[in-house]
């Protein structure tokens, strides 16, 4: 019976949108069971429950686990992780969570701070870690879950609360989660106001000389066209590519040979012109 289902449980995504699922619900049934305890406490399937509630239902059919508090906690997470439509914030959050309970009810496995550490050793004797498990599960790579459990581990509250406001986004949080989260916090807005090249260079300031002096620095230097520094840091790369290409004496095969060397002399051509406006020399 739907009523004696006791629904309280934080990851439930009870008020998600659910009129696609309650069409489907009315033309073929609940194929996937919702899971219970054996108390009848709702631990995966919220939005089945709201669309069987919204239609009306007398009962669900329903799968009853028999499993420990740690062990239904990560049910429920796992339900959350694969099928709602979280924020950033929240999936990053659920990620971490359901890694300390992986850990946790799988001491042999591999841990994510030794995967981190040293992801070159040898742990051939131990259990696959929390990021290739989920990983197996997805159609996310370990690197892009372990990137997003360290930026719920590495942000501070206030960093998460202005992403999940859609005020910064993914890359700002990136390079703020190499700060201290008291750094973080202080440093923000103008991390918030400055051109995307320039945050690179405001965290490293941060970590170099403190933020009392990192800030002193930008509010005395002029404002700088964000151009300039998408120019630099477009050098940066391409002179990184010049030197591979001549320092292993690559050859290239294939028509666009001409088309290759055309495009280079004329970035040639305007960054002598820029040298020259901006340098004073030919």
Known sequence: ?????????????????????VRSIEKIGII??????????LLAGGRRYAAARQLGLDKVPVVVVNKNTLEEELISLDENLMRASLDDVEF??????????????????????????????????????FCEYYAERTNLKPSIIAKAIERDMNCSPKVKKLRSQKEINTSQANHLSKLQKK?????????????????????????????????????????????????????????KIGAKIIAEQLDFEGDDIEDIMKQVTEAKKVLNEVISRYNGND
């Open 92 to 129: 990053e959050g659920a990620l971490r969570r359901a890694k300390e309970i992986y850990e946790e009810l799988n001491p042999n496995a591999k841990t994510f701070k030794e995967e981190q550490d040293d992801p070159t050793a040898d742990y051939t004797n131990k259990e696959p870690s």
């Open 183 to 239: 750094d973080q916090d202080e440093i923000l807005p103008y991390v918030m106001e400055a051109p995307k090249p320039k945050i690179k260079d405001i965290v490293k300031g941060v970590i170099d000389v403190g933020v009392e002096e990192t800030v002193k620095t930008i509010e005395s230097t002029p404002p700088l066209a964000s151009d300039f520094y998408e120019l630099r840091n477009a050098c940066k790369k391409l002179k």
């Open 32 to 41: 996937n069971p919702l899971i219970v305890n054996k108390k009848n406490e």
């Open 1 to 21: 019976s739907l009523d004696e289902i006791i629904v309280d449980n934080k990851y439930l995504r009870i008020n998600s949108n659910v009129e696609e699922l």
